[in-house]
């Protein structure tokens, strides 16, 4: 009764979908991992209808579930509790490039590689880069403050946003699109990275970069982490690296079986480094001149844009190919950099029998540990990784796979901020329940 009603209320401000044939592709994640349900699909086409969706689901006491391009890999976005899902999907505008600023305006619902390719039309680019850009919208980047390839160059998201528009519990609306580079007016409320629980996000003011065509790419072969890392550290200094990407044999034989890629290099290693140069100059002679100095074992460096594309599928197509395997458990943690060998020898002690495929962003420390089969390690990994002073998720968010976890990277006292700030805004915690806050 309640949902009709709702139904009724909702489809005379905004589009709805009921019809289960449609609203099951908004109940389930990515992975297949999460499989929730809902009534009601909202699509709203602004802001105003974004409010005006939020006031009615207030008024009637009804919990509602953001969802952007629902590539999310921690549930987050997923429908647990039979909430209503509010999709950001039709927020697809996208403003003026200000060159002189360096800023563009975009929708919550606007695709990274629209968003691309509308900024690059104007020389600039979007520091922000990762293998889910035909799908993951702005505002779930924002919200999950995702990270990708170029983090040690241009930061996450985070750094990349000069403001939000969102709708918070109440229908009421905030916006900070105005892009005053100084603007000392008051403390920033903590939308990215709040996953969904603090407010919608309808916009967000983006931070552009130079877009850099000169680029250099190869892949190394290494016989282990230690000397990866010790390659990262001599490569590091080049102001033109952009990306230092890792991934091991195991992971490199399932891409392969997946996609039937030939081998990249002549031999087997033990650890394969994908590093990527940008710059307005070539940055191949000074590309070359570093890995000259280095004992890598083999080095395959791509002749023209297909080439470096081609080696980049061996490690974007790692996420399907893992899917293509099994449901997997997917645990996305970084740890100092120092604490990545040790961490390594002991991960095969704790994941029991379950398969284990790794790769990552080096830079970061950040590495990917998927699972498919066995027990789940959860537990064992992510205490081993709060041990050695990583954080239990490095760029994916918490959502709802890590939530009871949470506590191993932040403190009482910080648990306690989060949720009477949680509380401040959203008093009925109508806004994605049981999503990051246990
Ligand atoms: P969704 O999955 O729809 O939602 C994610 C979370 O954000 C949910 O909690 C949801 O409630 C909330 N949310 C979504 N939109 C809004 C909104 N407008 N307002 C408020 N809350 C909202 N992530 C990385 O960080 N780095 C990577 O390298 C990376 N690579 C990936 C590669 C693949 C192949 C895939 C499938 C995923 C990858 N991801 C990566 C994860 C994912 O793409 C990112 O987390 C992305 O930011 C999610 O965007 P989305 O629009 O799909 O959000
Ligand atoms: C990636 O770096 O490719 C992603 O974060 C996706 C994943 O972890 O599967
Ligand atoms: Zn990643």
């Given at each position: 009764?309640?949902?009709?009603?709702?139904?009724?209320?909702?489809?005379?401000?905004?589009?709805?979908?009921?019809?289960?044939?449609?609203?099951?592709?908004?109940?389930?994640?990515?992975?297949?991992?999460?499989?929730?349900?809902?009534?009601?699909?909202?699509?709203?086409?602004?802001?105003?209808?974004?409010?005006?969706?939020?006031?009615?689901?207030?008024?009637?006491?009804?919990?509602?579930?953001?969802?952007?391009?629902?590539?999310?890999?921690?549930?987050?976005?997923?429908?647990?509790?039979?909430?209503?899902?509010?999709?950001?999907?039709?927020?697809?505008?996208?403003?003026?490039?200000?060159?002189?600023?360096?800023?563009?305006?975009?929708?919550?619902?606007?695709?990274?590689?629209?968003?691309?390719?509308?900024?690059?039309?104007?020389?600039?680019?979007?520091?922000?880069?990762?293998?889910?850009?035909?799908?993951?919208?702005?505002?779930?980047?924002?919200?999950?403050?995702?990270?990708?390839?170029?983090?040690?160059?241009?930061?996450?998201?985070?750094?990349?946003?000069?403001?939000?528009?969102?709708?918070?519990?109440?229908?009421?609306?905030?916006?900070?699109?105005?892009?005053?580079?100084?603007?000392?007016?008051?403390?920033?409320?903590?939308?990215?990275?709040?996953?969904?629980?603090?407010?919608?996000?309808?916009?967000?003011?983006?931070?552009?970069?130079?877009?850099?065509?000169?680029?250099?790419?190869?892949?190394?072969?290494?016989?282990?982490?230690?000397?990866?890392?010790?390659?990262?550290?001599?490569?590091?200094?080049?102001?033109?690296?952009?990306?230092?990407?890792?991934?091991?044999?195991?992971?490199?034989?399932?891409?392969?079986?997946?996609?039937?890629?030939?081998?990249?290099?002549?031999?087997?290693?033990?650890?394969?480094?994908?590093?990527?140069?940008?710059?307005s100059r070539d940055p191949e002679p000074e590309l070359h001149a570093v890995l000259e100095s280095l004992p890598a074992a083999e080095i395959v460096i791509a002749a023209d844009a297909a080439d470096r594309h081609r080696?980049?599928?061996?490690?974007?197509?790692?996420?399907?190919?893992?899917?293509?395997?099994?449901?997997?458990?997917?645990?996305?943690?970084?740890?100092?950099?120092?604490?990545?060998?040790?961490?390594?020898?002991?991960?095969?002690?704790?994941?029991?029998?379950?398969?284990?495929?790794?790769?990552?962003?080096?830079?970061?420390?950040?590495?990917?540990?998927?699972?498919?089969?066995?027990?789940?390690?959860?537990?064992?990994?992510?205490?081993?990784?709060?041990?050695?002073?990583?954080?239990?998720?490095?760029?994916?968010?918490?959502?709802?796979?890590?939530?009871?976890?949470?506590?191993?990277?932040?403190?009482?006292?910080?648990?306690?901020?989060?949720?009477?700030?949680?509380?401040?805004?959203?008093?009925?915690?109508?806004?994605?329940?049981?999503?990051?806050?246990?």
């Amino acid at each position: 009764m309640l949902m009709e009603r709702l139904s009724e209320r909702l489809s005379l401000v905004t589009r709805v979908v009921t019809d289960p044939s449609v609203t099951a592709g908004y109940c389930t994640d990515f992975t297949g991992r999460w499989r929730g349900s809902t009534p009601l699909v909202a699509l709203p086409g602004d802001t105003a209808e974004v409010a005006e969706v939020m006031r009615i689901c207030a008024g009637e006491g009804v919990p509602v579930v953001p969802q952007g391009g629902n590539t999310g890999l921690v549930g987050g976005g997923v429908p647990m509790g039979g909430e209503v899902v509010l999709s950001l999907r039709r927020l697809t505008g996208l403003g003026p490039v200000d060159a002189a600023a360096l800023q563009v305006t975009a929708g919550a619902g606007v695709v990274l590689a629209s968003l691309q390719r509308h900024v690059r039309a104007a020389g600039l680019d979007f520091g922000v880069d990762f293998a889910a850009r035909d799908a993951a919208t702005v505002g779930g980047m924002v919200a999950t403050n995702a990270g990708g390839e170029r983090v040690l160059r241009y930061g996450t998201t985070r750094a990349n946003v000069i403001g939000v528009e969102a709708v918070l519990a109440d229908g009421s609306v905030i916006s900070r699109l105005g892009g005053l580079p100084k603007d000392n007016t008051g403390f920033e409320l903590p939308f990215t990275g709040s996953e969904g629980v603090l407010g919608i996000i309808t916009a967000a003011r983006l931070r552009l970069v130079p877009l850099l065509e000169r680029r250099a790419t190869a892949l190394l072969g290494l016989p282990d982490v230690p000397a990866a890392l010790a390659a990262l550290a001599v490569l590091r200094p080049l102001d033109s690296l952009e990306m230092a990407e890792f991934f091991l044999p195991e992971g490199l034989r399932l891409v392969r079986g997946h996609t039937g890629l030939p081998s990249p290099t002549r031999e087997e290693h033990a650890v394969y480094l994908l590093v990527e140069c940008a710059a307005s100059r070539d940055p191949e002679p000074e590309l070359h001149a570093v890995l000259e100095s280095l004992p890598a074992a083999e080095i395959v460096i791509a002749a023209d844009a297909a080439d470096r594309h081609r080696l980049w599928r061996y490690r974007e197509a790692h996420t399907e190919a893992i899917n293509s395997r099994g449901v997997p458990v997917k645990l996305d943690v970084a740890l100092p950099l120092g604490e990545l060998p040790a961490f390594l020898d002991d991960l095969p002690g704790l994941i029991g029998d379950a398969e284990l495929y790794l790769f990552g962003h080096l830079a970061e420390g950040n590495l990917h540990v998927n699972l498919i089969g066995g027990q789940d390690p959860t537990d064992a990994v992510l205490r081993r990784v709060a041990l050695a002073g990583g954080s239990i998720s490095a760029e994916h968010g918490v959502g709802r796979a890590k939530s009871s976890w949470l506590h191993l990277s932040r403190s009482p006292a910080e648990l306690a901020a989060f949720r009477a700030v949680k509380r401040a805004l959203d008093p009925g915690c109508l806004l994605n329940p049981g999503a990051l806050l246990p």
